[in-house]
């Protein structure tokens, strides 16, 4: 895929992405849905945790339908509570740990010598993954144009600065009207390398230091593309 052409389809996930908020009004209800998601949660220690810290910032639907190991949740965990405040990171050891036994990656080896399924495909012809990682957000009332400006620029040297980001793209949503005018998007090879960009001390740091403080909300998603 040529990089105007990625780039050209991570602009449009970005409009999507918040254009999608608004076809709630023609599916279930949000307490019908809410209840069906939390019936999945096992219990546990961190099971409160999860229903109302993560909740604050998005569905349960962002959790029960992920599979990660525990470095994978780790970094997920610590990234999201490092949007809302400092000093969570007992409450975060709980929710990762809770995570991590409640949905861990789910593996299955097949003997060496099976042959693939008819139609399937082998190791070696199998297609290769990419991570792009968005995040949506809008500043602040009193943020000046010089300062979100100051912002952007921040952000896209941080993240040129880590090595496992193999794309990045910085600039305002297509859509005029959108509640999360700005975004970033952040290309990745495998899903270690975006765990490794999730705990990077650079990545905290901007996120603790120049990011948060400006913010007033965001809205973060990970695709997943072939090619």
Known sequence: MHLKTLLAVLVSGLTL???????????????????????????????????????????????????????????TVWDMLGRISAGLDREAEIISTYLFESFPVETSTPPADDPPADGG?????????????????????????????????????????IPQVATVLVGKVAQEDSEFPYGLVTGFQSEEDLQAYRSHPAHRKWLEEDYRPLILKSQVTDLVSME
């Open 17 to 75: 992405l918040v254009g999608s908020s608004m076809l709630g009004s023609s599916m279930a209800s949000p307490a019908q849905v809410g209840s069906d998601l939390a019936a999945q949660l096992p219990d546990g220690e961190g099971k409160g945790y999860v229903q109302t810290i993560c909740t604050s910032c998005h569905g349960l639907g962002l959790i029960v339908y992920q599979r990660k190991t525990l470095q994978g949740w780790e970094a």
């Open 121 to 161: 495909l082998s190791e070696s012809t199998a297609p290769r993954f990419q991570i792009f990682h968005q995040v949506v957000f809008k500043f602040k009332p009193e943020v000046s144009e010089a300062q979100k400006t100051a912002l952007l620029d921040s952000g896209r040297k941080m993240l040129e600065s």
